[in-house]
Every structure is written in C-alpha cells, then in structure tokens.
C-alpha cells in the first residue's frame, strides 16, 4: 500500500463513499482519510464521477509482464529462437554463426495467443572458466539474474550435434538449483522425419518432455509455448485476472463493495482501455549512449541503474549488442505521472575502415540505428584522452539526424593535476573541437564513482523539452528582422544579394524553421551559422537540440499578395486582412 501513497489515488463517487467507509474513516473537505490504511482517496464532484480504482492501480505502478528465460550452452541458437517467438528476425538479437556473440542479457517482447510476455536472451554458459572463453563467470551472473526474475525458462540444445556433456551438467544444474519450470527445445530439428528421433535423445537430461523446434523456419515454437502457458500459472491466467486477485488481496476491506459493483468497475475498466490519456499512456524517453570503444558507457549505464546490467570490462568492445534498460522515475510532485527512460547502452563505434563485415559490422548499424530512434543521445568522451577523429564523426552524425545531444565526458576523476581553471580549461577545449554539437550541454562525470551521475536526468528533462519546442511566429520574425538589421545578408561580386522576406517554424524534433528569400543560393554557410546564433541569443530553451534551417526561394509578388491576404508583415502586429479563401471578395 506504501507505494498507493499518491494523492489521486481512486476517484470515487460521493454515493459511494459509505458503502466504502462503512464506519472505517472520515469525511474531511474534499480528502478522506482510511484509518485502516494509510491511503488518500479524493472526492470528485459531477455527475461523470465514477470508481477508478484500476485506474489508480496502473497510475501508481506498472503492471509487470512475465519473463521467459532462454538458456543454454553456446552457439545452440538462442538469440535466433529469442527472435522467431518475439518476430524480431529483422532488427532483433544479432545471430552469427560462432559463439560469444550474445554477453549480456537482452529482453525482447512478445505475444502468443493474445498473452503478452518478455523474452530474455542470456549468452551462453560455461561452467569451466579457461583462456578460450572470454567473461564466462560474468555471462554465468547476467544469465543468473535473469532465470531468478523469471517464471519459466528455456533450455535450448543442439539437435544435429546431440546431447553433450555440457548440456548434462546444465541440466543437472537447473534440476538442483532451479526452483521454475524447465522446459526444453532441441534446436535445428526442421526435418519432420530425423526431428523427432533427434529429440529423444534429450531425455537423459531429466527435464522432461524435449521438444523439436526449428529457429530458422518457426517449426514447432508453437507447441513449445502451448506448453509453458499450461505450465506457468503466471501465463495461463489474463492479466484482468491477475489484476483483480492482486487488486483484492491488497484491498481486502473494499471486496464486499466490489463484488456489489463488478459491473460498474467492469465498465471503467472497458473505458480506460478504449480512451487515449495522456496520464495514462505515459511516453517513453529513449536515451542512447555512443560513444567509441572503452570510454565507460556500460560502467555509466551500471551506475545509473544501481545493479550489473552490462557487463564491464578493460577490454575494448566488450559489449557487443545494444542494450535496452527501462527506468520509471518517479516525479517529484507525487502527483504527476512517473517519467519513463529507456537507456540504449550501444557498442563502441571504431572507424569505418577498420571494421569488417560480420558481426561488428552488425553492431556499429545498431549503434546508429540507436541514434535515429533516440531522443537524446549522451555522446560520452574520455576526458583522459581527448578528442579523437571518430568522436568528431559520431558528434557530426548526431547533428546531421537532428537529436538533441549531451556531451558526457566520464572519467573525470582520473585527470591529474586539476586545479581551479582545469573546468574552464576543459569545457573551451571540448567547444572548440566539437563545433557541430556546439550547443550541447558539457557534463563531466565519473561512473566509477557516480561523480555528477544523477545530474543526467535533468539534462535530458531539458533536453526533451528543447527538442519539442514551438516558438510562434511572430516571435521569430521579430528576431529575424532585428538580426538582418544588425547584419544584412552579404552580396555577391555580382551584386546579387539574398533578400530574406519572413519564417515560421513548422515541426519539431528537431525544430524546423522554414526561411523564405529570393534565391536560397545567396544564402551562404557563415550567414546561416549567424542566423543560427542569433536566434539561440534570443530565445531561452534550445541549448540541448539542433535547429534545422530550411531556405525556400519565392517570388517577390507572391510574397506581397501573401501579406495582403494574410495578417500584413511579419512582425507588424497582425495588420492585415484575413480572407477564407484567396478569391473571395
């Protein structure tokens, strides 16, 4: 009930105030207090009042969906079958034909029968640590943590090569270990005629019934998960039956009146489903972290999130496939709704032409394909290091996309002799190398101490509200026209001259402005950088985000009808005349 503390908790209506009290609390103004338990529950007024206690549940926590564990020795095929369930084939968990490939644990969702669940894909487990496998004991913890969040879990094995010693002391492992249901798939097993036979073989293992599935082409995945939603009660069940065992466990001293208004409830719930609110539907912030290789963003993503969600090493590319993390933050209020980060820790970026194709060329794609999807991008550096060319790259490729960009530079407690100008020093050197990300925010952290971490948050709060700010156009044309009045566009030997006639802006993520002249090639670099800088001078909130500047050629007649018919010059107050349509007398 600890975490119900919120004060919008359920709405409720004035009638149906006593048959929920019933001598339990009292009425005071517009809260009533529940001696009972610690819960607020406001009245509101109307007549639309209705019970909202399921939407007060999904307000106050995420409901959470169940995790399968997929498991085994490596090189079997989990990644690949990790992709047929969730039908990720394209842009899933990166499948390559040697082992290692998978590190760290990577969740997927998905979808069998109208059930909604959540995949986790493990790297392959070795009990026997040796020069030949690179971070076995840390691929053995990731694969821990994952079967112990888990309701169930796969055992993926390799029909063609059979049952080997390394499958049976697994099994004998998560027989004596395990406390869920164990279920197992022999992979590789598309023929109809040898996939049988080839499964039996794993009956040794003592998990009971293997069986035959094919990753690549989809046999048998169904029967495997008709299986394991028969076996899992988490699964079997819906998730409104979940919902309302847990909702009357919890409320126990309201199950008389809800049985009384199972009806009423049942067509809240019907309404909240249907009904597209903002307060419910909270939208994600996706964060990307770039970087090159070994400049400390898995150790930034551990820190953020307090636990060993990547795996951390001194070796270069130690992570290998982008990472997704989902943080809830609550707000400070209280009453707002939590905001949601979704952190994409990605693989370091090397240079282009040392990159081959195969599995890290895989990786890199997905590392870029993080920046297009995210909001914001922590661009992290070693300050320790400096910059190097592939940071100007991956800085130019963040602007040129349009997201708003942080400048993270980590490893701050590792520069030596500091003094009082070492900051000052830093931050000048930072602007004068980046210049494509000029606007962006410089933050200088430690992830091995946590130094500044929590400072993060703030400036992706700042950053998301940058990228989606509207300014409106008058505003903008009166920065425009006392920039042209400080500094006219310059002529050409020709004499041909940029005339710069009014703008408006018209998107946002980034936000676009559209400049209308007489002829977009008069317009040269240097005066749309000058552009750039005034307007950033004058208006207040785009320090985290890239503006994108847009010049369209006009005539000077359509540009004079434009003003006659529409609200005079840009600027002028709005003069003019408004018409519905441009032949209307």
């Not at 509101?44 to 926590?61: H, K, M, N, Q, V």
């Not at 959540?118 to 840390?138: H, K, P, R, W, Y």
Request: some cysteine; charged content about 30%; overall charge neutral.
């Amino acid at each position: 009930v600890r975490s119900f503390l919120t004060p919008e908790f359920p709405r409720v209506k004035p009638s149906f105030l006593p048959m929920v009290l019933q001598d339990r609390g009292e009425e005071t103004e517009n809260w009533v207090q529940l001696n009972t338990e610690e819960v607020r529950m406001p009245i509101l007024e109307g007549e639309d009042s209705s019970p909202d206690l399921y939407g007060a549940i999904r307000r106050a926590r995420k409901s959470k969906m169940p995790i399968l564990a997929v498991i085994g020795r490596p090189n079997v095929g989990k990644s690949a079958l990790v992709n047929r369930i969730a039908g990720t084939q394209s842009g899933g968990s990166i499948v390559a034909d040697e082992s290692g490939i998978t590190r760290d644990r990577t969740y997927r969702s998905g979808n069998f029968l109208g059930r909604d669940f959540q995949l986790v894909d493990t790297g392959g487990l070795v009990f026997d640590d040796d020069e030949d496998t690179l971070f076995a004991s840390e691929i053995r913890q990731q694969a821990m943590v994952a079967i112990g969040e888990s309701v169930a879990a796969v055992l993926v094995v390799d029909g063609l090569v059979g049952c080997t010693s390394m499958d049976l002391a697994l099994a004998e492992f998560l027989r004596k270990e395990v406390n869920i249901p164990v279920h197992v798939a022999v992979n590789k097993c598309e023929s109809e005629k040898s996939g049988g036979l080839n499964a039996a073989d794993f009956w040794q293992l003592g998990l009971g019934e293997p069986f035959p599935v094919s990753a690549i082409h989809g046999v048998g995945t169904a029967e495997l998960l008709e299986r394991l939603f028969e076996s899992v009660p988490q699964l079997a069940a819906s998730e409104d039956e979940v919902e309302d065992e847990e909702l009357l466990a919890q409320f126990s001293y309201l199950g008389d009146v809800m049985k009384k208004n199972r009806r009423e409830i049942q067509k809240e719930k019907d309404a909240l489903r249907n009904r597209d609110d903002d307060d419910l539907t909270q939208e994600e912030i996706n964060i990307a972290i770039v970087g090159r290789p070994n400049v400390g963003k898995s150790s930034l993503l551990n820190k953020l999130f307090g636990d060993q969600r990547a795996i951390v090493s001194e070796m270069a590319g130690t992570t290998r496939d982008s990472i997704d993390a989902l943080m809830e933050r609550p707000s400070p209020d209280g009453i707002t709704p939590a905001v949601q980060y979704r952190f994409v820790d990605t693989a370091g970026i090397r240079r282009k032409n040392k990159v081959d194709f195969g599995p890290e060329f895989f990786m890199v794609n997905r590392a870029l394909r993080a920046i297009r999807r995210s909001d914001v991008v922590l661009l992290i550096l070693d300050a320790t290091a400096g910059i190097a060319e592939q940071d100007r790259v991956l800085a130019q490729k963040i602007a040129d996309d349009g997201r708003a960009c942080i400048i993270v530079c980590n490893k701050w407690d590792a520069v030596v002799n500091k003094d009082n100008s070492t900051y000052e020093k830093s931050v000048k050197y930072f602007r004068m190398e980046l210049p494509m990300v000029r606007w962006s925010p410089i933050l200088f952290i430690s992830a091995v101490t946590g130094q500044r971490c929590k400072k993060i948050y703030d400036l992706v709060d700042a950053a998301v509200s940058a990228h989606r700010k509207r300014v409106p156009t008058s505003v903008l044309n009166e920065i425009l026209r006392d920039a042209i009045a400080w500094q006219p566009p310059p002529s050409r030997r020709s004499g041909a001259q940029a005339k710069i006639y009014y703008c408006n802006q018209v998107s946002v993520r980034p936000p676009t402005i559209v400049v209308f002249v007489n002829d977009p090639k008069l317009v040269s670099d240097n005066y749309k950088r000058y552009l750039d800088r005034k307007f950033r001078e004058s208006l207040d909130g785009f320090e985290s985000t890239p503006i994108r500047w847009l010049f369209r050629g006009r005539r000077v007649r359509d540009v004079l009808r434009d003003r006659s018919m529409m609200n005079g010059d840009p600027g002028d107050g709005g003069s003019g005349s408004n018409y519905p349509f441009p032949h209307a007398n």
